[in-house]
């Protein structure tokens, strides 16, 4: 293990919640600078608030969007890219043990972000609608037979349940997407009751809306 002290860029209320889950899942010390979205702020903005679009964050990450995480000198962008990176860093039974299994975590967290983020992002934001409930419908079923055995990977819980967990949570209420998915609602209820998952859902709460 070669991670000491990450630094994630990035609020709870953000896709950084997904590194956050993980390092806590890995006991890995982090410091969270916090960059909070620009959408979310209200004009005019305070000083000693740092954006998405402040120029010190953006010589960060020029892409203006969080997290970033950076790794003695090593600066990533991409939640779901950071967390393969920092499980294969810090290896043990979350990160990939074989090329194999590399090649299905990297997989499945392509899978999240193109198949299922677009939608369950539009359910999260504006609620379920014909289409998005239409399009989810595939992905749904194809996750709920991925788990056949519990988990995405080899039986055991990983870095690619965190990634894919997390994409999928936007859509929580679309109820009857899980409904009809019965091994994927019990696989989401199973990682939400994690305790690092739940020490990072407690920050977020504590979080501004
Ligand atoms: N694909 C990127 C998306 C990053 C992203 O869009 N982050 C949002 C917050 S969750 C953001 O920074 N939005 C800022 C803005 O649009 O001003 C990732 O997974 O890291």
Known sequence: MNLRMITIYGVHRSRASRNIWLAHEL??????????????????IPADIVHTKSPSFLKVNPNGHIPTMEDNGLV???????????????????????????????????????EVEPHSL???????????????????????EALADGFLVSGRFTVADINVAEVVRYADGATELFK???????WFEACRARPAYRKMWD???????
């Not at 890995?28 to 702020?41: G, S």
């Not at 939640?79 to 975590?105: C, F, Q, R």
């Not at 992905?139 to 709920?144: I, S, T």
């Not at 009809?180 to 019990?186: E, G, H, N």
């Open 27 to 44: 006991g890995i010390p982090f410091k969270l600078v916090p960059v909070v979205q620009h959408y979310r702020l209200k004009e005019p």
């Open 76 to 114: 990533l962008h991409e939640s779901l890219a950071i967390n393969l990176y920092i499980a294969k860093k810090h290896g043990g039974p979350l990160a990939p043990a074989t090329v194999a299994e590399d090649g299905l975590m990297g997989m499945w967290a392509l899978w999240a972000m193109t």
């Open 122 to 144: 539009s359910i999260a934001q504006h609620g379920p609608s014909p289409a998005t409930l239409d399009a989810l419908r595939g992905p749904f079923a194809v996750l709920d």
């Open 180 to 186: 009809a998915a019965p091994r994927v609602k019990a």
């Open 203 to 209: 920050a977020r709460e504590k979080e501004p809306a």
